[in-house]
């Protein structure tokens, strides 16, 4: 009887005098409240999300039953009406999850749910939006066409944006231009007041929503023009999610006025070359490696003061070979024979020949400007090439 005495009197006296457990301030909830509220919504959304809220609510369930009971042991000096209050209406948070558990859930969701997550909170703000996250969803949409050309075009974007801060800050604007970063691409008016930094998910922003003309090269620019059939040009593109295609702006032909295309599909668009202008000359470094029928693509510009455009060919034999493999001497010559089977024969842009020793650049202002040599190596890049084959072949 001593003993169950002495238990029950060091409970009291431990109960009586322990420190209090601070709550959770009031704004907790309602982190939890956006949370299942943002669950509720993406499960209409997207069928993944409802497991993603089962897989949730089973590791909360099983996670916090442990947590609210604790709290609610430590209510028991209050009315027990309150009791039953604290045991119903504990909800778990988000943020009560383990950092890896958080992020594996994180890398599950498509860009859309990343941001409406980023909506949540500050601290979700920041993890949804890290470069980890947004690698993945770069790579897999825009990793064919957007390469490092465009990369080093979206750091000069952001350097001289930044320098429009700067300015405006000087005068005392930008307090009032960017209060909260909002991260909405359907909000035309909340994504204006973005922030433009050098973050991946910046750039992905600024790519979905148009705003970021980058470069890139066009197959078949113009789409359907004869002129233009089995060509690559260079252009400025801007996507338009409402079409998946793009806007396209390419470099002015001398004094005429800039082209422009739209409803540009993804399967006509590569990536832009690194440090490349359509008007620099090429320095061609495979000529001594050309053999017939070696795939290759070349520079070519119908005057000096037009930019150059990419034209697919092949290497022909010359005319004194009879194309049989086993006695053709044709790479041994200095004289390449350059083959546009698309043109007929006899159309005077069916052949061209250039030295191996020293081409450069090699026309007139009738036939046109050939200039550097690219071969072309790769099995993805010729067939690239060859699915823009015309149906009928031109004269
Ligand atoms: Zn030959």
Redesign the pocket.
């Known amino acids: 009887m001593l003993i169950y005495f002495v238990t029950f009197l060091s409970f009291v006296v431990f109960y009586k005098f322990s420190l209090p457990i601070k709550q959770l301030p009031p704004w907790c909830n309602e982190i939890k409240l956006l949370f299942f509220r943002f669950l509720e919504d993406l499960s209409v959304l997207l069928p993944s999300a409802k497991s993603l809220k089962s897989a949730l609510s089973i590791y909360f369930s099983s996670n916090m039953s442990s947590k609210t009971k604790r709290k609610c042991y430590n209510k028991l000096n209050t009315k027990p009406t309150e009791k039953i209050e604290t045991a119903t209406t504990i909800e778990p948070s988000l943020l009560d999850l383990p950092d890896l558990a958080l992020e594996t859930i994180l890398e599950k969701l498509e860009p859309t749910d990343l941001c409406k997550m980023a909506c949540v909170s500050t601290y979700l703000r920041d993890v949804c939006l890290t470069d980890h996250l947004w690698k993945q969803h770069m790579q897999k949409k825009w990793g064919k066409i957007v390469g490092l050309a465009a990369k080093n075009e979206w750091l000069l974007h952001v350097a001289s944006q930044k320098h429009i801060l700067d300015e405006e800050a000087r005068r005392g604007f930008l307090s009032k231009l960017w209060p909260v970063m909002t991260f909405q691409f359907n909000d035309d008016k909340k994504a204006s007041q973005s922030p433009v930094t050098s973050s991946i998910a910046s750039c992905y922003k600024a790519l979905e929503t148009g705003k970021f003309w980058f470069p890139a090269q066009v197959f078949n620019r113009e789409n359907g023009h004869v002129g233009f059939i089995m060509s690559c040009y260079d252009a400025e593109l801007s996507y338009d999610s409402q079409t998946d295609t793009f806007d396209a702006r390419y470099p002015p032909h001398g004094p005429r006025a800039m082209a422009e295309e739209s409803g540009v599909t993804w399967d006509r668009l590569r990536e832009a070359p690194v440090d490349y202008s359509p008007h620099d000359l090429l320095t061609s470094t495979c000529l001594n490696d050309l053999r017939?029928k070696d795939h290759i693509e070349i520079q070519w510009r119908r005057n000096k003061q037009f930019p150059y455009g990419w034209w697919y060919g092949v290497i022909g034999?010359?005319e004194s070979?009879d194309?049989n493999d086993t006695y053709?001497?044709?790479h041994e010559s200095d004289t390449v024979v350059l083959e546009f089977k698309q043109y007929a024969l006899g159309s005077r842009w069916r052949h061209m020949t250039i030295n191996r020793r020293d081409h450069r650049e090699e026309g007139n202002e009738t036939e046109g400007f050939y200039g550097g040599i690219k071969k072309l190596e790769n099995k993805d890049e010729i067939s690239m090439w060859q699915r823009f084959w015309p149906c009928n072949i031109l004269e």
């Open positions: 017939p034999h010359l070979c194309a053709c001497r044709c």
